[in-house]
């Protein structure tokens, strides 16, 4: 049966094999980052901050930054995701030319204007793309990358994007001004992230689809 499924693999177009993006940066077990919101629901409170440096809406823990939130720098920056300790620990950080998706060590960054990744991030410094993500963009294949969509409901979707579909992580803006940061997997929501209503309201945890998951 294995030789069977080998031939029939190796007689397969290599665009239709290749379908699982590369493995570009670390994430959170779905362990931890249970262990995570668990914290922040016993802990946590919601508050939307103005500093010299900004705007924060999101959480704290006594007086630091611990949780689910959102930054708009006063450069024009804006940064997604989940704090400990003061400090980003992962998420998205948008600039007018650059996307970082990945913790303040691990991250992938990409070009905006072609919404290909520029470079890789890790402990020991930046990299240039890895050899296979490099020879997929050449051939027309299948490749990770970060764009903005604008549906005809004047919906707006700005992040990660495999073979046509929403896969990764990225920001979805609904028309009513709330807004989504997490991660998807062929189009759907599929993992942890976080709602922002208008009203400062924020919901935060494990999604299939549309549907929050009451762990």
């Given amino acids: ?61 006594g007086n630091t930054l611990y949780g689910w939130g959102y930054f708009l720098s006063n450069d024009g920056s804006q940064t997604f995701g989940q704090y400990r300790g003061g400090k980003h620990l992962f998420g998205i950080t948008l600039t007018s030319a650059i996307a970082r998706v990945g913790s303040a060590d691990n991250f992938v960054e990409y070009d905006l204007e072609t919404g290909n990744i520029s470079r890789t991030h890790d402990k020991e410094g930046y990299h240039t793309p890895p050899k296979e993500y490099i020879d997929a ?12 969509i604008t549906y ?42 976080v709602l922002f209503k208008v009203d400062k309201q924020i919901f935060y945890g494990k999604w299939i689809g549309d549907r929050k998951i009451e762990e």
């Fill in 152 to 193: 005809d409901n004047g919906d707006v979707y700005y992040g990660e994007i495999y073979n046509g579909r929403r896969h990764g992580y990225g920001i979805y803006y609904w028309s009513n001004g709330d807004f989504w940061y997490g991660e998807y997997r062929n189009g759907y929501r599929q993992g942890y992230g």
């Fill in 137 to 148: 963009v050449a051939a027309g294949q299948p490749h990770a990358g970060f764009y903005r």
């Fill in 1 to 61: 049966m294995k030789r069977v499924l080998s031939l029939l693999l190796l007689l397969l177009p290599l665009s239709l094999v290749a379908q699982k993006p590369l493995r570009l940066y670390d994430q959170m077990s779905d362990a931890l980052q249970s262990v995570f919101c668990d914290y922040v629901a016993a802990e946590g409170e919601v508050r939307f901050v103005s500093s010299p440096y900004g705007q924060y809406v999101g959480h704290f823990i």
